[in-house]
């Protein structure tokens, strides 16, 4: 609803948090929190350290109940990140083949004249 100028549509909404798409760069960031959660094991902060550990079960379990997609398995992630590389190479693969097709085709009706 609008009223003169003030627009109360996104009155009392919060803003949407941007997810991170890039999976090596999730993945980096839970190697991060494991090695940081490892430190504070070895430093003698274990009850810290279970504290941070628990504190990111319960926001992922949260995340999850709210039915969005957690992506808290490295090596799930590991598996995606691989396949998307392979992937990738597949297609450069296939690209320059096919540009050796068309050149080698090309070649061939320029000596035909």
Known sequence: MVFSKID????G?????????????????LKGQDKKVEGMKQSGEI???????????WKNALAKAEGQKVKDDQILLMKRVKKKE????????????????VEKA????????
């Open 8 to 11: 109360f549509n996104n009155f």
């Open 13 to 29: 909404k919060q803003k949407q948090v941007k997810k991170e798409t890039d999976l090596k760069k999730v993945l980096k960031l």
């Open 47 to 57: 009850g810290k350290a279970v504290e941070v550990k628990e504190k990111a079960a």
């Open 86 to 101: 392979q992937k990738l190479r597949s297609i450069k693969k296939k690209w320059e083949k096919r540009i050796e097709v």
């Open 106 to 113: 090309k070649e061939e009706r320029q000596e035909k004249r």
